[in-house]
Nanobody, 128 residues
Framework: QVQLVESGGGLVQAGGSLRLSCVAS?????????LAWFRQAPGKERDFVAS????????EYSDSVKGRFTISRDNDKKTVFLEMNNLEHEDTAVYFC????????????????????WGQGTRVTVSS
């Protein structure tokens, strides 16, 4: 019962930046959900990138993007963002937004199976 639509992908040179957006259309209030970004490179599995919980400052990152990417949410706009800086060729992938309903104190997971709702993905290509 949550539709997710990503945007903001594209072609960028190594060292550049992109900002991904994911707009949600949830049945319940947006604040009931944890959000996450995953990515899938060609021929590889879908991997965790970042998540943000219902609590303030409840963000987690994969080691590969920590310090370069920032996840944030705008509850009024029902949108989650992924700010990507200092992009590397290895960041090339289709990026997916995901959501799950959780209680206030819960920590969102980092596995694909932890999330119930998915967007269609937006492609990011980083040229080296």
């Amino acid at each position: 019962q949550v539709q997710l639509v990503e945007s903001g992908g594209g072609l960028v040179q190594a060292g550049g930046s992109l900002r991904l957006s994911c707009v949600a259309s949830p049945r319940l209030p947006f604040t009931y959900y944890a959000l996450a970004w995953f990515r899938q490179a060609p021929g590889k599995e879908r991997d965790f990138v970042a998540s943000i919980s219902r609590r303030p400052n409840g963000a987690e990152y994969s080691d590969s993007v920590k310090g370069r990417f920032t996840i944030s949410r705008d509850n009024d706009k029902k949108t989650v963002f992924l700010e990507m800086n200092n992009l590397e060729h290895e960041d090339t992938a289709v990026y997916f937004c995901a959501a799950k309903q959780i209680i206030w104190s819960a920590v969102p997971g980092q596995e694909v199976s932890d999330y119930d709702y998915w967007g269609q993905g937006t492609r990011v290509t980083v040229s080296s």
